[in-house]
């Protein structure tokens, strides 16, 4: 979780089996994550919160999302930002 925090983790380019991964990731407060995903990778993505607090709520691109449980988010699609808010 410290990894998080201030301007959080970058990568660009990672190659994976479904394409190359661009990921920004970072709190940007106690309750909350913020996640942005290139366009890079092809296929479904499992998005796991880093914390052992379940997550309350997600949006996707700025609109409520349900496609998630109490640890992780299933996008469908790329590129995506996504905000995680955990229970306090």
Known sequence: PEWLEGAGVRVAGLPT???SLDLALR?????????????GVSGP?????????????????????????AQSVKLLQTPV????TMTP
């Open 17 to 19: 089996l479904h394409g």
């Open 81 to 84: 930002e996504v905000t995680c």
């Open 45 to 69: 993505i499992e998005l796991r919160a880093p914390f052992e607090r379940p997550l309350a709520s997600v949006r996707v691109d700025g609109q409520p999302y349900q496609e998630f449980d």
């Open 27 to 39: 709190r940007t407060d106690a309750d909350t994550i913020s996640c942005r995903i290139g366009a």
